[in-house]
């Protein structure tokens, strides 16, 4: 009854707080970056961020925040730039074959707060994360991931947008109904972990370990059959009238996806910037990370030349290739800028979809020349439902990521019990 759904909509409890982080690699040229002070900032950004102009209220940059020293990883600043980037801290150095570095801020905030959405957290990349390199003998797979489970488990990230469109959120097709879950995949999901329970009882322990990771990848499928099941619900529900009890009525419609039928990248990041922001209109998760590519192979066709980004950084006095760089860092600013708009314009309870997320975008390296790590670029977007002042340029700022990240953190009310990596402090300077 539309009596029922109005109060329910009326009751509908304040909007949950989204936090999602999108990755570039090899830093920016800087002086083409940072703001000269707060008036610029606001009203004549700098070119590589020039985008986020209209929204430039909603949006906090703070300068002086510092990486994590690599020291005695010197000869890996491209494995480390990723890794170390939510995790704030080194691999362990005495087992540089294997996996071994520490749970990630997003995992950190999706074993929090995940069990209140289909999906824990959702992990987009625009490349598949199989490069093969082992700088100062460390596990390529250092190279790929920002995301860790667990100290030795990277979290793996979907690259086809399409895939995640139709078995995450269960696109809708003819007639609104909603895509239906493979029956076979159950059964196959159900063989599988009922065969690997029988298995382990056979196991040494460091083989159990290494099928508990195995199945912790399982798992995933396994969450993603339940959120098709529940959008299936959802669906008929809506078909017989219900509202959901979560939406306040003037809230937004979900946005539409569409796949892109082409190859330019821009098309590519922004459907994955477009299912980032469906993923946290629906709730079906509250915790992204999207790697926009990793430290290695990726080109710009679409800019006008074909050189790959981490050639171009080793740029020297060679004002060519600083103009190729910078291209390529305003073109990742510009996807960024893309999402942070398109939620700033969608409605939730008093505000917009923005006012309730903390977005950040950055990189693991002040700059790709030198492999600088003193003043790490980062942009946050949206005011984490009050807990963040943005409108701000803030320089002199003192701090690390692993300061950074515990802040942000805190801000998005997940309570920790040790402080993330190598921070000491919260960057206090940030907050509303």
Not at 24 to 53: A, C, T, Y
Not at 177 to 199: E, H, K, T, W, Y
Not at 236 to 259: C, L, M, Q, W, Y
Request: proline share 6%; with cysteine.
């Amino acid at each position: 009854m539309d009596s029922l759904a109005l109060a329910a909509n009326k009751k509908a409890a304040k909007p949950p707080v989204r936090m999602a982080f999108m990755y570039m690699p090899h830093g920016v040229i800087m002086d083409q970056f940072w703001p000269k002070d707060q008036e610029s900032f606001l009203n004549s950004p700098p070119p590589i961020i020039r985008s986020l102009k209209p929204i430039m209220d909603q949006c906090l940059m703070m300068k002086g925040i510092s990486g994590v020293p690599i020291n005695p990883f010197n000869g890996a600043p491209h494995a480390l730039e990723l890794s170390t980037w939510l995790t704030g801290r080194l691999p362990d150095a005495d087992s540089r074959g294997r996996i071994n570095i520490a749970i990630s801020a997003d995992q950190i905030m999706a074993n929090y707060v995940g069990a209140h959405t289909l999906l824990p957290s959702l992990e987009l990349a625009t490349m598949p994360q199989t490069w093969k390199e082992n700088q100062e003998g460390l596990h390529e797979g250092y190279y790929n991931h920002c995301s860790y489970r667990s100290p030795t488990q990277p979290v793996p990230a979907e690259t086809d947008p399409r895939n995640v469109l139709n078995r995450l959120f269960g696109k809708r097709g003819e007639k609104g109904r909603v895509s239906q879950a493979n029956p076979l995949d159950r059964q196959m999901l159900d063989r599988v972990l009922g065969g690997a329970r029988d298995l382990r009882k056979t196991l040494a322990k460091p083989d159990q370990q290494k099928l508990d990771e195995y199945l912790d990848s399982v798992r995933s499928v396994e969450r993603r059959i339940a959120a098709i099941e529940t959008r299936q619900q959802e669906a008929a529900f809506e078909k017989n009238g219900v509202a959901p009890s979560k939406r306040h009525a003037t809230d937004s419609a979900p946005i539409e996806v569409k796949i892109p039928e082409g190859d330019k990248r821009s098309e590519y990041m922004r459907v994955m910037c477009d299912l980032t922001v469906l993923a946290f209109q629906t709730d079906t998760t509250r915790v992204s990370t999207y790697v926009g590519s990793r430290p290695n192979g990726a080109s710009y066709p679409e800019l006008g030349f074909s050189n790959q980004h981490h050639s171009q950084t080793h740029y020297g006095s060679d004002q060519e290739k600083i103009r190729k760089v910078a291209a390529i860092n305003q073109f990742n600013v510009d996807q960024f800028a893309y999402m942070v708009k398109k939620m700033h314009a969608l409605k939730e309870g008093d505000g917009t979809l923005l006012d309730n997320c903390i977005m950040m975008w950055g990189s693991g390296l002040e700059d790709g020349n030198k492999h600088r790590r003193d003043n790490l670029p980062f942009i946050l977007a949206g005011k984490g439902g009050g807990a963040l002042k943005t409108g701000r340029f803030l320089s002199g700022v003192k701090g690390n990521q692993a300061d950074l990240l515990t802040t942000l953190l805190d801000c998005v009310g997940v309570p920790l019990d040790r402080p993330i990596g190598i921070a000491t402090k919260q960057i206090e300077a940030i907050k509303a």
